[in-house]
């Protein structure tokens, strides 16, 4: 790719440019001297490189393709800097056949990452997995400026190495942390390094439990989507208090008890609440939800547009009853699974829920084929209308 431009036959005169031919046929020619000395320096001037930083910029951005960004610095130094400070992403996923390298040691990796760290002072994404071995401790050198960061799967890092990175980014808005061994500590600190989080994914972190996730609900008000997926230490109690910013919250398969439903639902935010039962533990009755749970939540939810109750096998007729009163602007209910939901329950969805557009439930519940067939319809004809 080039972007060197540079005609030594072009003339500015005014405000307008005009092109001029070549002085081999210019008519009149009195001193050709002068014609070389000014075709020089328009020359000159006409260089792209010469443009201002804000078209440079411009050029930069409009690039596609990761070569053509990488080569753009390659121009010269003014050039490097326009690209070093356009750069918002950086993205470390280790490949295998990189790794084995004989030639790039661990050590060599963490360098060159650092280096890219302190070169880039504009991210505002970053990606670092598998675990990097930070050379480099203070954190003036690094961008301050980054608002999304990934370590999900970097089961590495200790409580102390995360304590760290937390402080290099104070301004975070989003978090992936899952599958990692992050421990109640480890969360304390986040939440008080990165207090205007907004985004945060715990999903098979089996270290925390709600003492740490209280930290998180208490520090961080502005918190509007949580994943504790297959958090198997949480129970729900540490909501107790949170924010009405919690609008998204999925919970599948943690051990959630009557009082962590309570607390759960204290914010009266929720639209979205995914609490699913994995099948194998519902079957032995650990963590499912219940008809009290469900007449809590609807109660508690009001807002409610998303609910995934997927095995939630002991919900009676009175939790369905309850949702269809309560809950007005559910548009999608997902309950396959609930063997205990009946035709009487079908009806109190519809007449409750006029906005509902699609329910997930199975032709093995307690309703006949006949009444699941039929309350598809009824749905499916008023979003019609």
């Not at 790039?104 to 002072?121: A, D, E, G, M």
């Not at 599958?179 to 089996?206: F, N, Q």
């Not at 039962?277 to 032995?284: D, L, Q, W």
């Not at 409610?304 to 939630?312: H, I, P, S």
Request: proline share 3%.
């Amino acid at each position: 790719m080039s972007l060197f431009y540079n005609d030594k036959h072009r003339q500015v005169s005014g405000n307008n440019r005009k092109i001029h031919p070549p002085k081999a046929i210019q008519k009149g020619a009195k001193n050709d001297r002068d014609d070389d000395r000014r075709c020089e320096t328009l020359g000159n001037s006409s260089d792209i490189k010469n443009l201002p930083v804000d078209c440079l910029t411009l050029v930069f951005r409009c690039l596609k393709t990761r070569d053509d960004r990488a080569s753009f610095g390659l121009t010269c130094r003014r050039w490097l800097h326009i690209q070093n400070d356009n750069e918002d992403s950086l993205s470390y996923r280790g490949c295998p056949s990189f790794l084995k390298d004989p030639k790039i040691s661990p050590k060599s990796i963490s360098i060159i990452v650092c280096k890219l760290l302190i070169r880039f002072q504009h991210l505002k994404y970053l990606s670092l997995c598998p675990k990097i071995n930070f050379v480099i401790s203070k954190s003036q050198f690094f961008s301050s400026e980054v608002l999304s960061l990934h370590l999900n799967n970097c089961s590495e890092y200790s409580d102390i190495e995360l304590s760290l990175i937390f402080s290099w980014f104070p301004r975070l808005t989003c978090i992936n942390l899952a599958s990692t061994h992050i421990t109640d500590k480890g969360l304390y600190a986040l939440s008080t390094s990165c207090s205007s989080l907004e985004t945060v994914d715990l999903r098979d972190c089996h270290s925390i439990t709600d003492a740490g996730l209280s930290s998180l609900i208490q520090n961080c008000r502005k918190l509007a989507t949580l994943y504790i997926n297959f958090c198997s230490s949480i129970t729900g109690i540490g909501f107790l208090g949170c924010a009405h910013a919690l609008k998204h919250l999925e919970a599948s398969g943690c051990k959630l008890t009557q009082e962590g439903i309570n607390a759960i639902v204290s914010g009266g935010g929720l639209e979205y609440l995914i609490l699913s039962t994995p099948y194998e533990v519902a079957k032995v009755g650990e963590g499912s939800i219940n008809t009290e749970a469900v007449i809590t939540i609807s109660k508690g939810c009001p807002l409610l547009k998303k609910l995934d109750l997927t095995y939630a096998m002991d919900v009676q007729l009175e939790g369905w009853e309850a949702i269809g009163q309560n809950c007005k602007k559910l548009e999608f209910l997902h309950i396959y699974g609930g063997n205990k939901l009946c035709g009487i329950g079908l009806q109190a969805l519809y007449n409750g829920c006029d906005k509902l557009r699609t329910v997930s439930v199975e032709n093995s519940s307690g309703c006949s084929t006949n009444a699941l067939g039929l309350f598809k319809h009824k749905v499916e004809s008023r979003n019609l209308m």
